[in-house]
């Protein structure tokens, strides 16, 4: 699983860009934290952004999956089963640009996955994309087989795709 933080890209010295271009991202799994301190969410199965402005060319996003916390106090969501783009706070940027990429059976869980559980965890949102932020474009990219499930106490289930 990939993080950014606002820091440069390999391919320039921009610190407010990450370009991501034909690459593959297969079965990577992010999993939301147990800390007390911390809402216990997991963010991006592939690649988590914040602040940046995310370029994603020719690449392909397969199997990914993002999974809230377990912990029986803390009722974490998965946000974003292949990528997940935030900003942080009200005065950074948060752009996801993706062309010419595709999207298979990527998915976002709660905490608690099993039947017998499954109304303790969180939200499941977006199997294969969270978005928060000013710009999204996406252009000739293919969405398939994605799946974002919520708990049923939570009764949050965003965006399959």
Excluded: W
């Amino acid at each position: 699983s990939m993080q950014l933080y606002g820091s440069p890209d390999l391919t320039s010295l921009d610190p407010t860009t990450a370009s991501i271009r034909s690459c593959g991202f297969y079965n990577n799994t992010a999993l939301g934290t147990t800390s007390p301190s911390s809402l216990g969410n997991g963010q991006g199965g592939a690649i988590y952004t914040q602040g940046v402005v995310t370029n994603v060319l020719l690449s392909d996003f397969v199997g990914n999956f993002v999974e809230g916390c377990r912990s029986a106090s803390n009722s974490g969501g998965g946000s974003g089963g292949a990528i997940s783009c935030n900003p942080v706070g009200s005065s950074q940027i948060s752009v996801l640009i993706i062309h010419n990429s595709s999207f298979l059976a990527n998915s976002a869980f709660p905490g608690s996955i099993t039947s017998k559980d499954l109304q303790l965890g969180g939200s499941g949102n977006g199997g294969a994309i969270t978005f928060q932020g000013d710009k999204l474009s996406i252009q000739h990219s293919t969405f398939s087989a994605n799946f974002a499930q919520g708990a049923t106490s939570a009764n949050v289930q965003e965006g399959g795709a």
